[in-house]
Structure formats: structure tokens, C-alpha cells
């Protein structure tokens, strides 16, 4: 089993430095609640919500090192109104990637990759499993076996339209982008080629009716397919008019009246170690349209600069959108966010975490209602690594960092809101205070809290 980088890197820090502070979160944020056992490691924290309000949080474990590793993936479940996570359960079947993906009122379906760990391997295989909100899965079903599958992507909408994406890796020109369709109450279709050239990346949304937006990097450049409701097929491959499109790490999204968004970061990065500029951009389709418009430049960094991922979210339910993304002042890392105006055109960028803290997004997200939060990682010359967010009301812009975690190692937030109440709720990983050298005394935990004492509309 493998785990992020960061996740490693946490735990060097936490060895060479002293005990964490004790300070706690403060309001509107209700007290972090541990959803997991201790563990030595935590990571890919990851939260969704059903229809009907339950919550469903899932992440990876791991105990011991070497050849004594051993890990899993456990979840927990909060029902509708309650005030906290029930038990944590081991999560089966393993090798989740993303988030689980809910529709109707309380079912969910977990995109899976083979061998776990592996996403380029020989003998990859992609499944699906499909279960409810509370953690309960049945047995996985094959979608593809196919050699060196590269990170696949799974989207849906709210009725249970699904679209499973990928590229198979083969080190040529000749990667091939695939996808595999899924009509709510059926099962996933035979394999469509997209596209066939050299790919670098992949991403995939299903609109309110049943769109479907596959996206992918073509060595520089993004280029995209449509498939209309009630099209039998994919449309031509539209090439998006950018600055260079290097390694994108692309998001997409299509809205109840049909526009389509295609946001993302990308930094050119050669073998021989060689780094171009970072570009962060958001290109829109309008409702109606056929082509893409030119792809607007969100922020340029320089090359000394490393690429963080960016984030797009549909606001409301409507046409609207915002991305946040991880730009730079000149001192530090800032978290920052555009949102588009009537003709979906993208403002200027607002930076929405404090100066002097440097500041790593990972999370962004959106209510049905309109709210916005971003959250992101805050550390400083006085603070450990702490979860941070800013929460915007509707039709407000976003207010003053709020402090979601401790002042501990906590790290990786990611966010969903409750379609009932509009209200936030943010999952995350921490290294708790007092934990450091031995191993042995080490304790990992994947924590929740959710912004309370606020009006949610």
C-alpha cells in the first residue's frame, strides 16, 4: 500500500521538533471529534454527503513500517441531524480513489483501482462498488482490466447518471483516454475511446441531465469531448485556447442549464529537472454553446514555484462557479478564490488566507444554498500545521479565516455541505499533541467538526 508523500514528510517533522501547542479551534467550529483509532499514519481523508443528510467519511490507515506495514481504509457514517460520527468500520472493498460519490437519497458508489496502491500497474483493474451512505458496500464489479491504468477519474449527478474516465498509460503517443457510462438504475457500459495521443491527465463530469464533459492534457494542451443528452455519441475533440498546459491537474464541472467549466493548475517539469511557470486557468463553455472560450489566466508563478492543485465547485446548483487556488504574495503561499459573474466570466482573485502564514489549499466546496468555504493548511513561524477555512454566505463574498483544527499537525482538510441544512462540515488528519519519537508513541487520527452557531441560509 502506498501513501502521499506529505503524509511521510508529517511525520519527519513531528520527530525533529518539540510538543505541539494545545490550542483548539475556535467558534463558529464545534470541537474536533476523532472519528478513527490511533494509527501511526492517516491519510486521503475524504467526505461526502447524501441526499437525505448522512454524512460519510472515509481515509486511509496505516500501522508499523517496512516489512511490518500494515494498513486498510475505514469510514464513519453520521446520520441526519446527529451531533457527531458513529464507530469507525473498515471500509470493503479496498482501493478507493476520490471521494465517495453519493446520489439519490442515501446510496453511494466508490470508484476502485487494482492492485491497491497501484494505479500503473500491469494487471490494473477498475471497479465499482456500490453501497449506502452509512459505509455498506457490496462486492466490487469490474468495469476494465487493462495495463498501466493512470489515475481515473469518477463523476454522477444526483439521480445516479455515472462516468468512469481514464487513460492507459503506455509511455507513447499512443495513450488512449477511455470512458465508461452508466444511466441511472443501469450498469456501466462497454469502454469508449476518446481520444488516442500522448496524455498526461484525465477528468470527467456529469451534468444535471445527463451530460457528460470529459477533459484531458495532451502533452500542453487541454482538449475536450462533449456528449449532449440524448446524443447517442461524443462530440469532436475541441482543443481550449491557453497558455502552456503542461502536467494540467484538471477539474470540471457542468451546470443545470448545460454550461460547461474546465479549470486547472499546470507547471511544465522536465526529466533532467528542468521547471517551467505555474499557470492557473478556468475556461467556460456557455449554455448553449459549442466551443469553448479562450481559457482565462486565473494567476502566472514563477518557476521556483511548485504547483499546488486547484479546485472547482458549481455554486448553488446553478450556473455559477468559484475555484481557489494556491498562489504566492512575494512572502508566502496564500489560499486564493475567483467566481465568475453573470456571463460566467471569472473575477480577479481574492486571497482569503491571513499574510505571514503560509497556506496550502486542499479543499473547496459549495451548498446548494450558495455558500462557499475554502480550506486549506496554515503553518508560520507560531503555528504548526493547522486547518483553516473561509466561508462565504450567499451572495457574499468570503469572510475572515476561521480556525477549524488545532494547533497540533493536522493537515488535508477536505469539505462537503449538508443539502438539508447548508451546513459545513470539514475531515482532516492529525498528529495529536504529546505524540512524537518512539514510533511506538505515535497516534494519527482522522478528526471532523462542522461550523455551527451560524445562520446556514
Not at 338 to 357: C, I, K, N, Q
Amino acid at each position: 500500500m502506498t501513501f502521499p508523500r506529505r503524509v511521510f514528510l508529517l511525520l519527519a517533522v513531528c520527530c525533529l521538533a518539540g510538543l505541539p501547542s494545545t490550542v483548539r479551534a475556535a467558534p463558529p467550529w464545534s470541537a474536533p471529534q476523532d472519528l478513527s483509532a490511533p494509527h501511526l499514519f492517516a491519510s486521503d481523508p475524504a467526505i461526502a454527503f447524501a441526499g437525505d443528510g448522512t454524512a460519510l467519511a472515509a481515509w486511509r490507515w496505516q500501522d508499523g513500517i517496512r516489512e511490518q506495514a500494515h494498513g486498510g481504509e475505514a469510514a464513519a457514517a453520521r446520520a441526519p441531524g446527529a451531533a457527531a460520527f458513529g464507530a469507525e468500520r473498515r471500509l470493503s472493498p479496498a482501493g478507493r480513489v476520490g471521494r465517495p460519490l453519493m446520489y439519490g437519497r442515501s446510496r453511494t458508489v466508490l470508484g476502485l483501482v487494482r492492485p491497491v496502491g497501484s494505479n500503473r500497474d500491469p494487471r490494473s483493474q477498475l471497479r465499482v462498488a456500490f453501497g449506502r451512505a452509512d459505509g455498506s458496500f457490496g462486492g466490487s464489479r469490474l468495469i476494465v482490466a487493462r495495463p498501466r491504468i493512470a489515475p481515473p477519474r469518477l463523476a454522477g449527478n444526483a439521480r445516479g447518471d455515472l462516468a468512469f474516465a481514464w487513460f492507459e498509460d503506455r509511455g507513447t503517443s499512443n495513450d488512449r483516454v477511455h470512458v465508461s457510462l452508466r444511466r441511472a438504475g443501469g450498469s456501466f457500459g462497454s469502454p469508449i475511446l476518446i481520444a488516442q495521443e500522448r496524455v498526461r491527465s484525465v477528468s470527467v463530469a456529469v451534468g444535471t441531465r445527463g451530460d457528460v464533459l470529459v477533459a484531458w492534457d495532451a502533452r500542453g494542451v487541454v482538449r475536450t469531448r462533449v456528449k449532449a443528452v440524448g446524443r447517442a455519441s461524443f462530440g469532436p475533440v475541441e482543443t481550449i485556447r491557453s497558455e502552456d498546459a503542461f502536467f494540467a491537474d484538471l477539474r470540471t464541472a457542468l451546470t443545470a442549464n448545460g454550461r460547461a467549466y474546465v479549470a486547472w493548475g499546470a507547471q511544465l517539469r522536465t526529466e533532467g529537472g528542468d521547471t517551467g511557470p505555474v499557470f492557473f486557468h478556468a475556461a467556460v463553455r456557455p449554455a448553449g454553446g459549442s466551443r469553448f472560450r479562450a481559457a482565462q489566466l486565473l494567476d502566472r508563478l514563477g518557476a521556483e514555484r511548485a504547483a499546488n492543485p486547484l479546485e472547482l465547485a458549481i455554486v448553488g446548483g446553478g450556473s455559477a462557479a468559484v475555484v481557489a487556488w494556491t498562489g504566492y504574495d512575494g512572502s508566502t503561499n496564500r489560499v486564493r478564490v475567483a467566481e465568475t459573474d453573470a456571463a460566467g466570466r471569472f473575477g480577479g482573485p481574492l486571497d482569503v488566507s491571513p499574510p505571514g502564514t503560509d497556506a496550502v489549499l486542499s479543499d473547496l466546496a459549495a451548498g446548494a444554498g450558495g455558500q462557499r468555504l475554502a480550506v486549506w493548511t496554515a503553518t508560520s513561524a507560531t503555528q504548526r500545521r493547522q486547518v483553516q477555512a473561509a466561508f462565504a454566505a450567499p451572495g457574499a463574498t468570503f469572510g475572515p479565516p476561521e480556525l477549524v483544527s488545532a494547533n497540533e499537525e493536522a493537515d488535508t482538510g477536505g469539505a462537503a455541505f449538508d443539502p438539508r441544512t447548508a451546513v459545513p462540515t470539514v475531515l482532516w488528519v492529525n498528529r495529536a499533541a504529546g505524540s512524537t519519537q518512539p514510533l511506538t508513541d505515535i497516534r494519527t487520527f482522522a478528526q471532523a467538526a462542522a461550523r455551527t452557531g451560524f445562520s446556514a441560509r
